[in-house]
């Protein structure tokens, strides 16, 4: 029997997700701008406490995983968004360092830690393919709703002036609020353990002794340097080593956002329906990106004349996005479902640690190599998507088998059926 696509309560996880997208939108593209004026206190002392608050979200991931496996992702869930809301509706009266650096803290800790939240919330409320449907509806509203957030403050800038920040943070807070609201009517369908069962053990030290997980998670660390690659490398390859136009980084940046907010969903749908094993479309997307990070290797060594360096790169950029649209609802729906249900946050709290570290380490990675040569960075890239792709390949085997397929395999269907036929006590004797 196909395993049920639809999820109680989908629209207002939607809905919410792609609300709280639009606040995200609104001041992450201004964030220094955004509180500076908002709190009053200088450039140097925002980024200050931004880059502190941030490092200590970052050591606080693990203790929302704990959360999760106690208390359930969504109360988690709600937990933060109420933590966001009420960090933007404080941030215009924090004009004081200790104040700021109090708001901004607890700010942190939610918007750090919401990434796991969510991941480990798609487990409860969804199985199967509906898992990854739901992992590309909404990683396109998320790019939708920030491009629209983006969109909307630079409007209400250029009416009111850098004032309007401050009703920008109210509205924020709103937006967190409204999210949250709608996300408490989603209905879970984590599993219950029978009565009088014991606990299993649930700690990190299980986590540490799944190898294969392990072995997943630093794939995905691989492949995660690539999502850094278009907003840190992307713009100084342009700049230093093609000396191109600052206006291609923002068609770049447009082209993605557009691509994956309007085609996100019929891609991943199309790779659902083909079948295809997660880890298999993961390692495709992995691939993708190796095919464009090769691309801007051979692009920064032809150097064609100024129009069709634009051309190909905005192409290069189409075979990027595609591979960040196979690989995304792939790669985290084998995440979440690679994850045992009673310790599930504490595991993909330790997956999502990839995606941060190598954010954290990607700056400074690629400015070094880029200094030595501009192509550098891209073959680095480009070896370590190929060695993500090859490392899922060889991971498959060692999965469990609901994580690597989204449809159980026919043949296991029916022999798990068998299975609880002659198991069951009063079960007929023929069919």
């Given amino acids: 029997m196909k395993v049920q696509d639809r999820v109680q309560g989908e629209r207002p996880l939607l809905v919410g997700i792609g609300i709280s997208a639009i606040g995200i939108g609104m001041y992450v593209p201004f964030s220094l701008v955004f509180f500076h004026q908002v709190t009053g206190l200088s450039f140097a002392l925002v980024g200050l406490v931004l880059t502190v608050t941030g490092l200590a979200g970052l050591a606080a991931m693990p203790l929302a995983g704990s959360a999760v496996d106690r208390f359930g992702a969504k109360r988690v869930n709600l937990l933060l968004y109420g933590l966001r809301a009420l960090g933007f509706a404080l941030y215009p009266l924090a004009h004081s360092l200790p104040a700021f650096a109090a708001v ?45 957030g983006a969109l909307l403050v630079s409007g209400v800038l250029g009416l009111w002036g850098t ?19 709608l996300v408490a009517r989603v209905r ?28 997943l998670t630093a794939a995905n660390f691989l492949t995660a340097l690539g999502y850094s690659a278009l907003s840190v490398l992307f713009p100084l390859y342009i700049a230093t080593w093609l000396h191109g136009p600052d206006s291609v980084t923002g068609a770049a940046f447009t082209v993605n956002t557009v691509l994956c907010a309007g085609i996100g969903v019929l891609v991943a749908g199309r790779v659902r329906r083909s079948g295809a094993r997660r880890t298999r479309s993961a390692a495709l997307g992995s691939l993708l990106f190796a095919a464009a990070f090769v691309g801007q290797i051979v692009l920064g060594t032809v150097r064609p004349g100024q129009r069709a360096t634009l051309v190909a790169l905005l192409a290069i950029v189409v075979v990027y996005t595609l591979g960040e649209l196979v690989h995304s609802p792939s790669g985290g729906a084998l995440s979440v479902s690679s994850a045992p249900e009673a310790v599930r946050g504490r595991y993909l ?17 690629f400015t070094s190599l880029l200094s030595v040569d501009g192509r550098l960075p891209w073959a680095v890239l480009a070896l370590a998507a190929a060695g993500a792709a090859l490392a899922l390949l060889r991971l498959e085997r060692h999965l469990p088998a609901e ?29």
């Fill in 403 to 431: 994580a690597v397929h989204a449809e159980p395999p026919a043949a296991a269907v029916a022999a798990a059926a068998a299975g609880a036929r002659l198991g069951a006590p009063q079960a007929p004797a023929a069919a």
């Fill in 163 to 181: 004032g309007a920040f401050t009703y920008t943070a109210w509205g924020n807070a709103l937006a967190f609020a409204l999210a949250g609201l």
């Fill in 349 to 365: 709290a330790t997956y999502q640690l990839s995606y941060s570290l190598a954010t954290a380490l990607a700056p400074s990675l």
């Fill in 188 to 215: 879970t369908v984590r599993g219950e353990q029978p009565a009088g069962a014991a606990r299993p053990q649930a700690g990190y030290r299980m986590v540490l002794r799944d190898r294969p997980f392990l072995g």
């Fill in 104 to 148: 901004a803290l607890v700010t942190a800790l939610a918007d750090r830690s919401f990434p796991v939240v969510q991941q480990s919330l798609i487990g409860e409320v969804a199985r199967g393919s509906a898992r990854d449907r739901l992992q590309a509806s909404l990683r396109a509203l998320q790019n939708a709703g920030m491009g629209a």
